[in-house]
Structure formats: structure tokens, C-alpha cells
């Protein structure tokens, strides 16, 4: 029994700590696994709502699925008889008009954002006014345009008719040529004010000594807000851009509630033609082929937004 | 030894309280277990609470180990509803179904085929019109029990006709046409029909014109007979005669502008009487006609009971349909929402009962059960939503004047057979 002459616990030579501050690998370990720790739940509810549900989209729109029985594989059979689907076209095209609106509304609004940025009275309630129309319920703003574009008792059609721009009622809804027009109307009517909310806030973001900066140059408003103001506000554009996007994808109670998508499906968007053919229909597989399109192309139009706004949400090239 | 205690004393409790939750578990699910559970889910229909309740406790006397649960939908949410329960496997064991739609549900195989439980029970079969048990069969195999049912019919505002010159009802199809068209000055139009669930097709089946051929396998309807009803169609939707509403409404719309009392004429069925006249002051016996569509002819939109497939509990599940189709039970189902069940003495009772209580109502109520051999637009095909998806859009692009009758039916004709797979 040599060695062991001290006091404490009897310890081998071998398994004696050595003594040291504590080692960066292990700690940097450590700080990993809480930062996963803490990450997990919020990943865990990403993944179960959001990828899971992706990928079995994506699972669906390649079977015969019935809920009722047995599935089979049939590839991309569903891919191929939308080349054929009328409707799909025709609800593609009218989302992507819906998504060309969007820009004409960045417009008005950004008209709206600058004057009620000035120094003019009531501003504030300008503001108010104009923003009023977003918190709406959207089944509550189509049930009110539905009854304004009535033929016999609507708004339109007696302002029309009282200063003379029309003899006989316009069927705005019932009429191919003008329910999609009439639709898209209402919902740039609503969202005008969170375009105007979301610019406003960029303008106010503008440093005022750019201005000032530019003036002592000799740069005229026109100048400054081509070489300042539009530039500085491309991440407001960009957000603006991608929610009207967002809008034109999702806007499935406007249409529902003003037109059914009718007439003919005149006023279809890939996002109502989903609805019928999920559950109208009875077809969730074909309309989980609809879906997978509509996500491309979703993911395009805004990596396209992105890069036409210079990268980076819009704050690239500042 | 005093830390031995201690963790002696913390493992007893563990265990202690281990235990008790294994047996509160092992009670409770025993007691779930001699607990069962039947769920039924409506259409649209949530006014009958109390009723519901009733029947809930009705059948706790019969069945006391069988607790009922009741669950009700509106119309365009209960196929979303109730597919994504069958996907969950907890589909409500029965489903009450508005129209065709249970049409994709039984060729699907969702549906417990009740043609045993009726043979097995003969009076439950004998208690109902058979033309109208007869709605529910598809491959000789009877699917459903009615449950409240109507089929289309014609109102008329006689004040307008009577400022029209016309009296009586139209007789025949060109009559429909020339009295709307007869009615439409200014604001007024002549003439509104429903069009959800095929309930406007009896305007092509008074004039002989069939959907499919007799195997079902094929459209049958693009012949120049259904062309001349089409532009018949078309022209009176020009001139006024028809309302525009007729084609791009569906409920609230065009009975509201009949109840408005500017529309001469509705084909609708018989539950749109009371909404109309919930919303119209100007109704009465003196203002208001009641009559058959020209030739009888009339689209049922019945509402139906049947059983889930992935019901737990089918045997269960019938004997709660044996009773609340029972003539106690329809008759209160009747008396109270003012509608006829296909349940011939329960019928017979509120139609006695209604005559002398609401003489009106009654008159629109008995035309419910007078020529049920002569009810159309309800096929027996699976893919019936799709065919009507295939085919109604081009009645609209043709009435609403984007194409003529014959390229619509042509382009309809097409559709159709590419959904019947010929």
C-alpha cells in the first residue's frame, strides 16, 4: 500500500483531476445544446404545421387519394391533366392579374404616404381615414362592395345612372368582363391602408438632412425623390411588394363571399379553385397538385421581388 | 442511516402516488370503456337545439350506457368538416347530408349500407314514401332514412300577374317564357330560379331533354331540342323576363328579390317559402300562387340520415335512427321547422294540423308529396359534383352571354364526357 500518504480521499494518480479553467470545446458544446433546447419547441411546432404538412402535400398530389379507402401511386397523372384543366388557367391568370394589382396599389398608396407625410392640416385623420378600411373583416367588405355593384339597388349603378355615364344598370358581378375588375377593386379598397401604414413608416425613416443635404445642392423634389426617397424606401416597397403577393394568394373569403369565383369562374383564383377541389369536389389530390403550383409559384414571385429590389428583403445595394 | 430512511420514505411515496395514478387511469378508461359514444352531425339546422336535446334524452332512456353527441355544420363547411374527420378517423357515426352529396360518399364506400338493417326491420321501411326512401339508393343499395324533404316548385306573385293580364299558373315551358317575359318592365323581372344541386333543371326536363343516356355513361343533353331551350333561356335572360340572380345567386340573393316583390315568378323548393316570406310583408293566399312546375317535374334536395362507415357503434347508430325517424319525433321535427319527412302518417298528421293552422303553408308543403314520380336532376353518380362543375358553367357562359347555346352545350358536352370517362 505505497503512495498513499495523504489526508483525503484515496485518489490513483491516474484518475486525479488535473486542475484547469474549463476547456472552450466543452463549453461552447454546452451553450449549443440550451440554444437547441430552447429552439426545439418553436422548431418542433415549425415542423409538425409547416414542413410536415409540405411534404405530405406534396405525397398527395402524386396519388389517387381516397378518404375512404386505399391510395395508389400514380405519378405525376395529376400534373399532366392540369395542362388540360381550363379552370386551372383561367385561376392562374386571374391571380396573377390580382398580383399585378398589387404594384398599382403601392402606388396609389405610396401618393397617399407622401402627402399625409407633409405638414398639412387633419393629417392624422387623413391617416385614419384611409387606414380604416384594413381592420376589417374581409367577409364584412365583401358583403358591403356585393351590395354596392348590385344592379337593381346598388351604389355604383345609381351614381352612374344619376350623372349620366349609363343608361341601363351594370351587372357588375353577374358580367365576365367586369366581376374580376369589380372584385380587385374591393380588395385594393382594404388593403390601401396597411400599404400606406407600412410606407409611411419607411418615409419617416428617411433621414431629413438628405433632404436638406440635396436642396443646398440645387436638387429639385422631382430629383430628390427619385434619388432619395425611392431608393430608401425599397424594403418598404419590398414588404409591401410580398404582402400584396401574400394577398393575392390568400384573398379566397373576398372572392367567396362576392362571387363564388363565378361567374364561370370568371373571378377563380388558384386559392377558391383549391377549396372547390378539395371540398366541392372531393378531389383533395388534384388539389394538392394545385397547391404545390401555387407554392412555386409563390417562392418565385418573391425571390424575383427580391432581387428586383436589390437582394436582401430590399436593403441590398443601400 | 438517516439518509437511508429518508430515501426510503421518498421511494414509498413515489410508489404510493404511482399506484394511485395507474388505478384512476385503469377506473377511468373501465368507465369509458362500458361508456359508449355515438356523434351525429347536421346540415345546417342548429334552430333544432332543443329538439336535438330531446332526442338525446329519449334515446339516454332507451340506451343509458350510450352517451349522444350532437354536432351541427352550415353548408359549405360540412364537406370540409366532415372529410377531414374521416381522414382523422373519428368520422361522427351519422351524418344528416343535403342533396346528392352523399352520392360520392357511398360509391367511395363511406356510407354502412342500411338495405340490411331495413330488411331486418320492415316497418321502418313501410313508415316512409317510397319514392322519396327511394332518393338514397345507389347500386340497389339504400344509403340513407329521410330526414326532412323538399323538391322544387313554382311561386307566383299574382298582383304582378294580375298587372301582367295573366292568370293562372304556366302550364308549359313556352308559357313560362312568354309570361316572363310579360312581366318584365323597368325594376320587375318575370322570373328567378334556384340553381345550386341541379334545382333548375326541371326547365330542361319539361321539354324532354335528358342529361346522360340510360347507362349513365354519356351525355345526352346536346340536341337541338336542348339548344332551343337554351336560347329560350338566353334570350328572356336579355330582356329581363329571367333575373340575372337566377344564374349567379344561390339562396339569400334570388329569394330575397322574390321577396322584394319584384320577381313574378320563383322555382324554388319548398323551405325557400318561409325565408320569402319571413322577408316579405306583402305575402298572403291573395298575393301569393302555389303550383307544380309545366309537366310536374321537380328537382328533390332532400335531406337525408345515414350511417358512417368508420362508425364504432353501426347497431347503435340504427337504433337512434329507427327513433328519431319515428312518427313521434318527425312529427315534432315537422311541427316545429315547418317541413314534411317522408314518414307518410307523421306527414299526414302536420298536413291536417297545418291546413287549419296556416292554410298557406300547407298548400306549398302538400305539393311536396303530389307527383314524386316525376322528380329529375337527382342521377345516381358517384362523381355528381363534378359533372354538375363540368356542365353548369357553361349554362352561365350561354345565359350570361359569353358564348351561344350550341357552343355551350357543345363545350358542355365535352366536359361532361371527360368526366364519365368517355
Known amino acids: 500500500m505505497s503512495g498513499l500518504t495523504s489526508i483525503g480521499p484515496n485518489i490513483s494518480p491516474s484518475t486525479r483531476r488535473k486542475p484547469s479553467a474549463a476547456s472552450p470545446g466543452s463549453k461552447a458544446r454546452r451553450e449549443l445544446i440550451l440554444v437547441w433546447c430552447f429552439l426545439f419547441p418553436s422548431l418542433a411546432v415549425f415542423f409538425l404545421y409547416r414542413i410536415l404538412p409540405l411534404i405530405w402535400n406534396l405525397v398527395l398530389s402524386v396519388q389517387k387519394f381516397s378518404i375512404f379507402g386505399q391510395s395508389e401511386w400514380i405519378g405525376f397523372a395529376h400534373y399532366w391533366a392540369l395542362l388540360d384543366d381550363e379552370v386551372f388557367w383561367m385561376a392562374l391568370k386571374n391571380t396573377l392579374l390580382f398580383i399585378a394589382s398589387a404594384p398599382c396599389g403601392i402606388v396609389i398608396a405610396l401618393m397617399i404616404s407622401l ?42 349603378n345609381f351614381i352612374l345612372r344619376t350623372i349620366g355615364l349609363i343608361d341601363t344598370p351594370l351587372a357588375f358581378l353577374q358580367s365576365f368582363e367586369l366581376a374580376l375588375p369589380a372584385v380587385l377593386l374591393a380588395n385594393l379598397w382594404q388593403i390601401l391602408g396597411f400599404y400606406m401604414i407600412i410606407l409611411l413608416a419607411g418615409l419617416q425613416n428617411i433621414p431629413q438632412n438628405l433632404y436638406e443635404a440635396s436642396a443646398i445642392d440645387g436638387a429639385s423634389r422631382t430629383v430628390q425623390f427619385f434619388r432619395i426617397t425611392l431608393p430608401l424606401l425599397r424594403p418598404s416597397l419590398f414588404l409591401a411588394f410580398v404582402v400584396g403577393i401574400m394577398t393575392s394568394f390568400t384573398s379566397f373569403d373576398l372572392v367567396y363571399v362576392m362571387t363564388q369565383g363565378g361567374p364561370s369562374h370568371s373571378t377563380e383564383l388558384l386559392v377558391t379553385y383549391i377549396y372547390k377541389a378539395a371540398f366541392e369536389l372531393s378531389r383533395i389530390d388534384y388539389a394538392a397538385t394545385l397547391t404545390v403550383v401555387q407554392f412555386v409559384l409563390l417562392v418565385t414571385l418573391t425571390w424575383l421581388g427580391n432581387r428586383l429590389s436589390g437582394g436582401e428583403a430590399g436593403a441590398g445595394r443601400n | 442511516m438517516q439518509r437511508f430512511f429518508i430515501r426510503f420514505r421518498e421511494l414509498v411515496s413515489c410508489l404510493t402516488i404511482t399506484i394511485a395514478a395507474c388505478s384512476a387511469l385503469l377506473w377511468s378508461t373501465s368507465a369509458v370503456a362500458q361508456q359508449k359514444k355515438i356523434s351525429f352531425l347536421t346540415w345546417n339546422i342548429s334552430d333544432q337545439e332543443e329538439l336535438f336535446k330531446e332526442w338525446i334524452a329519449e334515446f339516454k332512456k332507451i340506451r343509458p350506457d350510450v352517451d349522444v353527441e350532437w354536432l351541427d355544420k352550415k353548408g359549405p363547411e360540412f364537406p370540409a368538416y366532415y372529410q377531414t374527420q374521416v381522414i382523422a378517423g373519428t368520422p361522427p357515426d351519422i351524418i344528416n347530408t343535403q342533396g346528392g352529396l352523399w352520392l360520392e360518399y357511398a360509391a367511395a364506400g363511406g356510407l354502412v349500407d342500411l338495405t340490411p338493417y331495413l330488411t331486418k326491420d320492415a316497418e321502418v321501411r313501410k313508415r316512409f314514401n317510397s319514392d322519396y326512401l327511394g332518393s338514397w339508393v345507389y347500386e340497389s343499395k339504400n344509403y340513407m332514412l329521410p330526414f326532412y324533404i323538399s323538391k322544387t316548385l313554382m311561386f307566383y306573385n299574382k298582383t304582378m300577374f294580375k298587372e301582367a293580364g295573366l292568370s293562372g299558373s304556366p302550364q308549359n315551358f313556352e308559357q313560362l317564357m312568354d309570361f316572363s317575359t310579360k312581366m318584365a318592365k323597368g325594376e320587375k323581372t318575370g322570373m328567378l330560379t334556384l340553381n345550386f344541386d341541379w334545382l333548375y333543371w326541371s326547365l330542361f326536363k319539361m321539354n324532354g331533354v335528358e342529361l346522360l343516356t340510360a347507362d349513365n355513361k354519356k351525355a345526352a343533353f346536346n340536341t337541338p331540342k336542348a339548344v332551343q331551350v337554351l336560347d329560350a333561356l338566353i334570350k328572356a335572360t336579355n330582356n329581363g323576363g329571367i333575373n340575372k340572380v337566377s344564374w349567379t345567386g344561390r339562396w339569400v340573393e334570388p329569394n330575397g328579390a322574390f321577396a322584394a316583390g319584384n320577381v313574378g315568378m320563383l322555382q324554388a323548393h319548398s323551405p325557400a317559402f318561409f325565408f320569402i316570406r319571413g322577408q316579405a310583408p306583402w305575402i298572403n293566399s291573395n298575393t301569393l300562387g302555389v303550383a307544380q312546375a309545366p309537366g310536374g317535374w321537380a328537382t328533390p334536395n332532400s335531406h337525408g340520415l345515414g350511417i358512417s362507415k368508420g362508425s364504432k357503434n353501426p347497431d347503435i347508430a340504427w337504433e337512434f335512427l329507427k327513433m328519431v325517424t319515428s312518427q313521434k319525433w318527425t312529427e315534432r321535427l315537422s311541427e316545429r321547422r315547418k317541413v314534411l319527412t317522408a314518414n307518410i302518417a307523421s306527414d299526414k298528421t302536420t298536413l291536417d294540423k297545418m291546413h287549419k293552422q296556416d292554410p298557406l303553408a300547407a298548400t306549398v308543403l302538400q305539393t311536396q308529396l303530389e307527383q314524386t314520380d316525376k322528380l329529375t336532376g337527382n342521377w345516381p353518380l358517384a362523381n355528381d359534383s363534378r359533372i354538375k362543375e363540368a356542365f353548369y358553367p357553361e349554362i352561365q357562359n350561354a345565359v350570361l352571354g359569353r358564348k351561344t347555346a350550341a357552343e355551350a352545350l357543345k363545350d358542355a358536352e365535352t366536359k361532361v364526357n371527360r368526366v364519365l370517362g368517355f
Open chain 1, 115 to 156: 402627402m399625409v407625410n407633409t405638414e398639412i392640416r387633419g393629417r392624422n385623420i387623413y391617416r385614419t381615414i384611409v387606414f380604416l378600411s384594413y381592420p376589417l373583416m374581409t367577409v364584412a367588405v365583401g358583403i358591403i362592395w356585393r351590395w354596392m355593384y348590385d344592379e337593381k339597388v346598388g351604389l355604383f
